[in-house]
């Protein structure tokens, strides 16, 4: 069972997620219970935050405490969200009930070794690296190439290609599908080549929250178990089971979760959408919300009142004449081809009614990398 990106302790547009996100593991439990996999990947970004609250520490522990109660090997490393310090300590104490936890990278992975009918197969669990972290390891990696700093981690693996092999990796892989709820790198800077993967017959993907391939179905993103943003409503979330048959041999499906709450768009008049609630046919009072108002004035206090109505209200905005008048400098397709130092070039221009000269464009190419690197 392939999962990732619980994000525990999240909050989405000022609503705290804990009750979903507790519904949710206990529906990835029921699925477990049912599948009954060998092993249970966890790739990456287990908490939201770096220092994770009390309340999504105990949900996780106590979802490992019942996981690992049906049996399974479960193998969790850390994500760009995660402390790699806080969620490796006690990995030797847990490892004593099946749970392996991925170390703080040191500049060498070895693997857990397990067994079936067909002979050994190795679980490599690589946590969320940066250039940095692996630089002092690797001094050849030059800072920013994140596809570069993936390359020497996973030589440095020494894999056998001629083994069954599998991957646990948070990382983000160029070309993917991304969502508004991800932390990535304007102008891909933070990707890295898919091709490295090469040497495993399945990369348990994470960092990614829309369920997808990256390339063929050996290296896959699983996707969060939750939507964390409006751009996701049209999934359909789920955990993916992965069956290694002998070398060569790999099937993939998935299990859907049905959230406690779904995510919903409308739109229309206060009028229209405020007597949308009387419908029986469309209850949206207990639904994550986000509604456009298409009334030409601003309604007074409408967001207040509408959450009045619809108390799982996230999201209200307006779509009329005056907000349509409104100018967008470039789409978001367009911001995502341009480099960080491009589009600051371009602020800056705005702001200040020239360009950067070249002693201010060497600066600030230092300072992004330096920030990226958190070397300041």
């Not at 290296?219 to 060569?248: A, D």
């Not at 406690?260 to 739109?267: F, P, Y």
């Not at 130092?341 to 000269?357: A, H, V």
């Amino acid at each position: 069972m392939h999962l990732s990106d619980l994000h525990l302790g999240k909050r989405v547009n000022g609503f705290s997620m804990l009750e979903d996100q507790r519904f949710i593991l206990d529906e990835i439990f029921a699925a477990a219970k049912d599948e009954a996999p060998d092993a249970v990947l966890i790739a990456g970004d287990v908490y939201d935050r770096a220092v994770p609250t009390a309340e999504a520490v105990e949900l996780f522990d106590s979802f490992l405490v019942r996981l690992s109660g049906l049996g399974p090997q479960i193998f969790v490393i850390s994500g760009n969200h995660d402390s790699a310090e806080r969620l490796a300590f006690g990995g030797r104490l847990m490892e004593l009930s099946g749970v392996h936890m991925a170390p703080v990278y040191r500049g060498s992975v070895s693997p857990f070794v397990m067994k079936d009918e067909w002979g050994e197969v190795n679980i490599y669990m690589l946590p969320f690296v940066k250039p940095a972290s692996v630089r002092p390891f690797f001094p050849a990696v030059e800072a920013g190439d994140y596809s570069g700093a993936v390359k020497a981690a996973i030589d440095g693996m020494g894999v056998d290609p001629s083994a069954r092999n599998v991957l646990v990796c948070h990382q983000f892989a160029a070309g993917s599908d991304t969502c508004e709820s991800e932390d990535i790198m304007v102008g891909g800077e933070g990707s890295v080549d898919v091709s490295l993967f090469e040497p495993f017959d399945y990369t348990a993907m994470g960092h990614l929250h829309s369920p997808q391939n990256a390339g063929s179905e050996r290296v896959r993103y699983c996707g969060s178990p939750l939507k964390y943003s409006f751009s996701e409503i049209h999934q359909t979330k789920s955990v993916s089971m992965v069956t290694l048959g002998k070398k060569g041999d790999l099937a993939v499906r998935t299990v859907p979760l049905v959230p406690l709450r779904e995510m919903r768009e409308i739109r229309g008049t206060y009028d229209e959408v405020s007597l949308l609630s009387f419908y029986k046919d469309a209850d949206f009072r207990d639904q994550y919300l986000h509604i456009t108002l298409t009334d030409e004035s601003s309604i007074p206090e409408g967001l207040s009142r509408l959450q009045a109505i619809y108390p799982f209200l996230m999201k209200l905005d307006y779509d009329n004449e005056r907000t349509r008048t409104k100018q967008e400098i470039q789409s978001p397709a367009e911001l995502w081809s341009r480099t960080p130092l491009d589009l600051f070039e371009e602020f800056y221009r705005l702001q200040n009614g020239m360009p950067m000269n070249g002693e201010q464009r060497e600066y600030v190419s230092r300072l992004i990398k330096k920030v990226w690197e958190e070397e300041i």
